[in-house]
């Protein structure tokens, strides 16, 4: 029997290899999957996300069901671990399809995907974005946004730098993206890009000055060029001046300007005229030798919170509600006492209420909240 089953696997196997030689040929088709059919991204649900990027560049994605709805009055929960000297800067909420773009000191722009922003914990501290992104070690990054499409052809990208130049690019110029980078803007030698805001076509533009000046002006006075374009001049700058921010006006917003020596105030935008592009501006707050040169001037609400950060690596978080809004023309109110030589290098506006990354004692990262405080000079109008 074992002898019957080797002979007829012998037969077999000849008349196989008869059949071989006289049809056998090379296969003319290849068999392999049609990557134009299946996208990876259409594998990926449009479904809510938290974003969060904190000061040194980390950066996560969680679920937005992460965080579970309070009661007013709580005391939240941790949002993100960070190390001793960091921060979390931005957080706002995005989908998972759509785009973040990145913008660097040196004028170039990256993009990704929500969906690619690594996925942590809650208490996780995220990702370095310089592993996220092809940006090299010496890039710094001077703006994020996010943006659902970027076909859009209504809506521009506005940029302004240290010396006073902006640019307003339609954001469709934008969507061919390499993985290094592309050129967004155009940067002298000895100029850097410090801010970029979306704009819907008929908005104001405010510059705030290192001198205490704000020029505001419509959007319309600079006119869209290019992707790869230098720009035109936004605010003339006197001598050692430079421009500290950029924001569009927001009438239910007002105008926050904190100096080098600690102090500070919010003005109603009302009470910046609009001036054509190009003009000094008007005072925006006082830089008398007892406050100094302004470090830092953003729009904000009653709901956004301040991180400052001195030359010593102190940092207090306190709230934009704790500066009352007062005129333009003044010195403002001391918002930390800063010891003697000591200044403020820094202030970031922290884009989330108040209660949502409290710790257990109100306070944030280690802060004490009672350094919080602030204090109310007499002197808060007095003028020049």
């Known amino acids: 029997r074992g002898l019957g089953d080797v002979y007829k696997r012998q037969v077999m196997k000849e008349d196989l290899e008869e059949i071989r030689a006289k049809y056998g040929e090379n296969r003319k088709t290849e068999l392999s999957i049609n990557e134009g059919e299946i996208d990876i991204e259409d594998l990926i649900a449009d479904e809510p996300c938290v974003i969060t990027l904190t000061n040194t560049g980390y950066i996560k994605r969680v679920p937005t069901d992460t965080y579970r709805q309070q ?16 921060f979390v800067e931005h957080v ?73 130049v902006v640019k307003k690019t339609v954001l469709s110029a934008y969507k061919n993206v390499r993985i290094a980078g592309i050129n967004a803007i155009k940067i002298d030698e000895d100029d850097s890009l410090i801010g970029v805001v979306l704009t819907a076509g008929d908005d104001d533009i405010m510059l705030s000055m290192k001198k ?3 020029i505001r002006f419509h959007e319309k006075d600079a006119r869209a060029v290019g992707r790869v374009s230098r720009g035109v001049r936004g605010a003339r700058l006197e001598k050692d001046d430079k421009i500290v921010s950029v924001d569009i006006v927001d009438n239910n917003a007002s105008m926050m300007a904190i100096t080098e020596n600690g102090f500070g105030k919010r003005t109603s935008f009302d009470e910046y005229r609009a ?59 001391r918002v930390i006492r800063l010891k003697e030589g000591e200044l403020l290098v820094n202030v970031a506006r922290i884009d989330e209420p108040e209660d949502d990354l409290d710790g257990e004692n109100g306070a944030v990262d280690g802060v004490d909240s009672k350094d919080a405080s602030i204090s109310k000079d007499t002197d808060a109008n007095q003028s020049d």
């Open 71 to 86: 009661r007013r009055g709580g005391k939240g929960v941790i949002g993100m671990n960070t190390k001793e000297e960091d």
């Open 92 to 164: 706002f909420t995005a989908s998972t399809h759509d785009y973040l773009l990145c913008f660097t000191e040196d004028g170039r722009m990256y993009w990704l995907k929500a969906y690619q922003v690594p996925e942590g914990s809650r208490q996780a501290k995220g990702r370095s974005l310089a592993n996220v992104l092809q940006m090299t070690q010496e890039e710094k990054l001077a703006a994020i946004l996010c943006v659902r499409e970027l076909d859009d052809n209504s809506r521009h990208l506005l940029m302004a730098t240290k010396n006073g």
């Open 275 to 333: 001036q054509s592009r190009g003009g000094k501006g008007v005072i925006s707050i006082q830089t008398t030798e007892r406050n100094g040169d302004v470090v830092s001037a953003h729009a904000v609400t009653d709901d956004h919170r301040l991180m400052l950060i001195t030359e010593a690596g102190q940092m207090i978080c306190i709230g934009a509600r704790d500066l009352r809004v007062i005129g333009r023309n003044t010195q403002g109110v």
């Open 212 to 214: 205490g000046k704000a």
